[in-house]
Structures are given as C-alpha cells and as structure tokens.
C-alpha cells in the first residue's frame, strides 16, 4: 500500500525533507509538497536583494526545479493539522489527507513585546521584505540630502542584523547616497553568541563601513520616527529593521502536538518525531532536542543537515524500524559585511577545522560563495549553482 507523506514548507528544511523522501522513498510513497510560495528562497543570501535586486533570480528558486514530477506541489497557506483524522488544513477550505507529516514551516520574527516595533519595522524573513526594505532604503536616499541624511536603524546585531547592516552599507556607497547607518544591540558586543575574536573582527569591519554600533542597551518602545533605547537614547529614524530573534509560526499555536508554551515552536526528540508519531518536525518550526539536552540552533546548516535525516526516519517508521537519532555539527561561521566576508572555525571537510581559525579576505569571501553553490546545487543541480556563484 502507498502511503501519503506532506511536506510542509518551502524553505532550507521543506526543500531538503523533499529530496530527502524523494531519494529514500521514491515510488513507495505518494508525497505532496505544500506551501504559501511556489519556490525555494536561498534566505541566508536574501540580504543581497537589499542592495541589488536583480539576485533575486538566483535565489529563488521555482519549485518545479526543485521536486520529482511525480510529486505535488500545492501553493497555499496551512492553517491547520488534524492529527485525529489525519488531515492538513489549507487557506482554501481544502484539506489534504496524510500517513506522515514533515512539518518545516519555518518561524516568525519575535518582537518581545516592544511596544510599537512590529507596527514600524520591516523585517527580513522573505523575498518581498527584502525587496521592500531596498525600495524603503532608496526612497529615504532620494528624500535625503548631504545636509539632512537619511536615517537607517538595523535592530539587532545577529547574522541576519550584521548582514543587512553591510548591504545597506553597499547601497550607500555605490549610489554615493546621503545615508546613515545604525546598528543597535542590547547585549554587550555585536554577534552575541561568537567567540571574542571573531566578534571583534566584525565590530572592525562594520566600523570600516561607517556604520554607527550602539551595544549593552535594549531598544524599549518605537513610534512612527524615533527608537527609544534604554532609559534616555532617542534614535529618530527614517526606515527601521528589526533583525532581533524568531518565535513559531501562527498557526502552530492551535496544533494538538507538543510545543514550546512562549514560541509555540514545535518540541521533538532527535529523531525529529513530535508527540504525534506521524508528525515529524525540523527546521525553524521545530526545537529539536540533541543528545546532550540543548535545542539545535536555528541556522540554516542545521536545517540542512536534519533535512538530509529526515526522510530516512520516514522510512525507518514505516518499517517500524529504530528511528535515527540525529546531532547537529557545527561547521563553522560564514558571515558577510557587504561584499567582504569572514570565516571562523570553518569545518569544510568530515568535522575537521582549517589550519587557520580566524579569516578574511578572498578566501573567506569564495568560501561563503562555495556554500550557497553547494545548497543550490544540491537541490537544483550544478548548472544554476554555477549562474549563482558571481553574486553568492
């Protein structure tokens, strides 16, 4: 008998668990790939969009490039699973029936209840914000002048907040535009969760950008002009960016399967399965318990790596065979201020680190092309990777 497996979710987790069943599974099951987009977006690299664009051809990828043909695809928006009857619900009145579930539906910006910053902010979670934050960040331009700058505040000096902050800085530069660029972090050094080193190699490049870093204080309330940081920083602004952390999405609040109370991200061992054995959870979406008791970070290495598992453990589960326990491996840090780049305890080959810990330059630079080549190239093929690679 066929089974039914969906996959919910577009994104590094959905677009993998899809290639992971397909070569696992292949003609055993009928599988149905659901989400709100029809492609496959290269986030990590989304932050280039801000300063050109025209990448957007490179890294959103259509589904049918991705998926077998004999899969499914259906675009539309989940609002919820049935476990009882096996079900998934979609915006449409619609249901789809299901066997197994791989849930990866990836999570929603967190703004901790900061009263006004949801309502003023943009984020960066999706093609059609970075495109909005580039058109917001060419209007301030043009409505600027050298006496009266545009005013850019990036919120949260992460990944995702040092990224945007350096393409913002690319955009300033190349268009010689009357921009400045904050970028404010509660904690006490940007990248709060790097090693001293490698955060102060960033604090140096963004400087060299002639963006402005405001750390040790949390952004406390916004309006429609101004950041109010700590007790008595006001930060008027002209576009405002929050970057500054992830909770689950929606409709994971009304799911009969076990979660986090506050995140509503969805809680599995590490094997993935959720409290319902028919329901797997990887990626964003979920908090995968490790071996050693901690959640796996939300990266998108980590959901590479899951992704790779995931239909293997679909598989064991038909077969009511031991499912594999999986352990995600650090590989190292890849970050980008512009088009300069820095590495830092990169693990390139079977775990094992590079020579050198710290590093900059070229190397860097074609290391962090390297990696969004290999993730396209891995669910498309070498011929798009290869158009990819110049703006990677």
């Known amino acids: 008998m066929t089974e039914n497996v969906v996959v919910l979710g577009s994104g ?9 069943i397909e070569e696992n599974l292949g003609d055993r099951v009928d599988l149905t790939w659901i989400s709100d987009v029809d492609y496959h977006l290269v986030l990590h690299e989304a932050h280039r ?21 004999s899969t499914r695809f259906i675009q539309a928006e989940v609002t919820g699973i049935d476990t009882d009857d096996r079900e998934i619900e979609l915006d449409d009145g619609t249901t789809v029936n299901y066997d197994y579930c791989v849930v990866a539906i990836g999570s929603r910006t967190a703004f901790f209840g900061i009263e006004g910053l949801q309502e003023h902010a943009y984020t960066l979670k999706s093609l059609d914000d970075a495109l909005a934050i580039h058109d917001a960040v060419k209007q301030a331009a043009r409505e600027a002048s050298r006496s009266d700058r545009a005013q850019i505040v990036v919120g949260g000096a992460g990944l995702s907040g040092i990224q945007t902050a350096g393409q913002i800085a690319e955009f300033r530069d190349r268009h010689r535009a009357p921009i400045d660029i904050h970028l404010v972090e509660g904690l006490d050094s940007v990248f709060p969760p790097g090693e001293p080193e490698l955060q102060e190699r960033l604090d140096e490049m963004l400087r060299e950008r002639d963006i402005n870093i405001m750390t040790g204080e949390f952004i406390g309330e916004v309006d429609e002009d101004t950041v109010y940081i700590g007790d008595d920083t006001e930060l008027p602004y002209d576009v405002l960016i929050w970057t500054g952390g992830i909770t689950g999405q929606g409709v994971a609040e009304n799911l009969d399967i076990g979660q986090d109370e506050r995140s509503h991200r969805l809680t599995t061992s590490s094997t993935f399965q959720t409290s319902d054995e028919r329901v797997f959870a990887i990626g964003d979406s979920a908090l995968v318990e490790q071996l050693n008791g901690d959640p796996a970070p939300p990266t998108a290495q980590a959901a590479w790596q899951a992704a790779e598992v995931v239909g293997e453990n679909v598989k064991r589960a038909m077969n ?3 499912l594999r326990e999986w352990e995600h491996v650090d590989k190292g840090t890849l970050i980008s201020v512009g088009e300069e780049a820095v590495a830092y305890d990169v693990k390139p080959v079977n775990g094992f680190s590079l020579p050198v810990k710290l590093f900059g330059g070229f190397p860097a630079e074609a290391l ?15 011929g798009r990777a290869a158009k990819a690679w110049p703006d990677m």
């Open 320 to 322: 009511g065979q031991p």
């Open 12 to 20: 590094y987790a959905g677009a993998g668990a899809v290639k992971s």
């Open 49 to 69: 969009v801000i300063s050109d664009p025209s990448v957007k051809e490179k890294i959103a990828i259509p589904v049918e490039e991705i998926k077998a043909p």
């Open 368 to 382: 962090k092309k390297s990696v969004a080549s290999r993730w396209i190239n891995t669910i498309t093929g070498p």
